[in-house]
Structures are given as C-alpha cells and as structure tokens.
C-alpha cells in the first residue's frame, strides 16, 4: 500500500476529550491544542459506547477541524465491535486513529486491514488514513521499533506511562526531571520514532492544577528527543507549545545558516566566521520546520 499524502499541521499538544460526549469534543476543539484525541475506549460506561461513537462521527462532521487534527481511539482491535465502529467513525476523516493496549506488530497490521476495508466502504482516498500506538504494556515496548515500523500508515507512538506502571512494576515519583522510572521506556521510544520517522507523543503532566511543574515537565520531554506531548487540561498547552517550538534565537540562527548557505560565494558560505557544514544546515532546516 502507498500511502496517499494528507496536509497535516504541528503535532506539539494532544488533548484528551474523555467520555465521547459532544460537550468534551466542542471543549478541546476550541482549544489551542494541535490535536484533539477523541476517547472512545474508556471515559463511560460499556452501554454508553454506541452513543459515544454515534457523537463522535457527528462531531468529526460537523465541527470545524481546520488548523486542528482530530485522533480517535478505540478498545482493541479484537475487541467486540471495534471494527465496526472504527469503519462507521471513519466516516467522518479522522486524521488518525489507534486502539488501546497494542502488545505486537500483529495487532497493528489487523488495525491497517481494517482501515483499509474502512476507508474502502466510506470512498476515502486509501492510505489517507494514518494509524498510531500508545505503547503501554510491556510486550509493546518490547516490540516497539517493530511496531513503530509496522505499516506506512504509522503516524506516531505515544507513551501511556499509567498503564504501564501496572506491567513494569515502577512507581510514578510526578517529580519533573527527576522520573528517573521512567527514562528507559522514554529513551527506546524515542529512538523507535526516530528511526521510523514517526511522532513520539510523551504522556501528560497528571497535576494538571500545577502549570508551573506542567511547563518544565514538557521542556523534559522536548530535550529527551519527544516530538510533542499529552495535555490533560488546556491550561496545559501554552507550556507545551512554547516546549516544543524553537526560540527566537534559535530561529534566527537558522534563518542565518539557510540564507549564508545560499550565497553564490562558496567562501562566503559562513556562520560566525566558521564554513558552514552539512550538520548545520540540516539542524537549521528542523529549525524552521519545527516552527511551522
């Protein structure tokens, strides 16, 4: 399968809309968050899924998704009606979809089969469809450059710390810095997306009253390699964003490198009296890309 191109904008901040309610989804909708992940595994009694998902595809529908992408999560691909629903919520264009606890590369190619049937049935574009992970039981971490790797659908793997304090037997410190429990799992995530070229969302700062240790919590997962990060509340995002995007002098830096790597002289192709090297350009081009 070739994976047909979509635009897509900046991944920095996902916030969870719990409960697949029309309230919850038209809340972080007019956030500022880059993502809205739309909860339809847990958030609300088992007989209240049916009307979640009926929501939900209104929703997709029905809001304004510009400027914004729109992730939906499901129950495992073998759980009961999962496919169904996925098939039926795909009607509405998420960006992305993934369902919960992922353990192998097998369940994410159940997952690609059953988009593909999905979008076949709704006349959607084949491959527009991305697909993602939240990597949180063990057998997953496992299997995460695997699973990073799974399908050209993959768009991102995201860490699912709680869940996973259950399988790996670590306690959560809520220390920022200091999660020291956590930094294995980080650092193979990080190097999973890096080498499929995929997002690594990092998991939310839990104290979502303490912004102050929220923003340093998300300049961590900035400086660990992550691409972007979970947002329990929208008080969250500012910290987020401003984790995530490159400082002005940063920027200035790189808009410097690309315009003296330009220059028709290559004696002048110089950066504070130094020849310009690949490194350089390529570190300046992340720059720009990064800011959007």
Known sequence: MT??????????????????????????????ADIVHIELESGFPPEARAAAVETTRMALTEMDWSGK??????PHIDAPETKTHLAYVLGGRPHLVYCAKVKSVDDILRLDEAVSRGEDENGIEPGSTQIGAVIERIEALSNVEAIAAASPRM???????????????YRRTGIVGVDHETLYIRSRMVLAGRLAKIDIIDAAFMNRNDIESSDADAQFSARMGFTGKNALSADQIPGIHRAFV??????????????????????????????????????????IARAG
């Open 3 to 32: 994976t047909a191109i979509r635009k897509r904008g900046l991944r920095r901040s996902k916030l969870v809309a719990k409960g697949g309610t029309w309230k919850a989804i038209a809340a972080a909708n007019a956030s500022a």
């Open 69 to 74: 992408e729109a992730w939906v999560r499901f």
């Open 155 to 169: 768009g991102a793997i995201m860490f699912g710390a709680n869940d996973m304090s259950l399988d790996f037997g």
């Open 246 to 287: 490159p400082t002005p002098k940063e920027l200035t830096w790189a808009r410097e490198v690309l315009a003296a790597a330009a220059h028709e002289d290559v004696s002048l192709r110089l950066i504070d009296g130094d020849p310009i090297e690949a490194f350089d350009i390529l570190r300046a081009e992340t720059l």
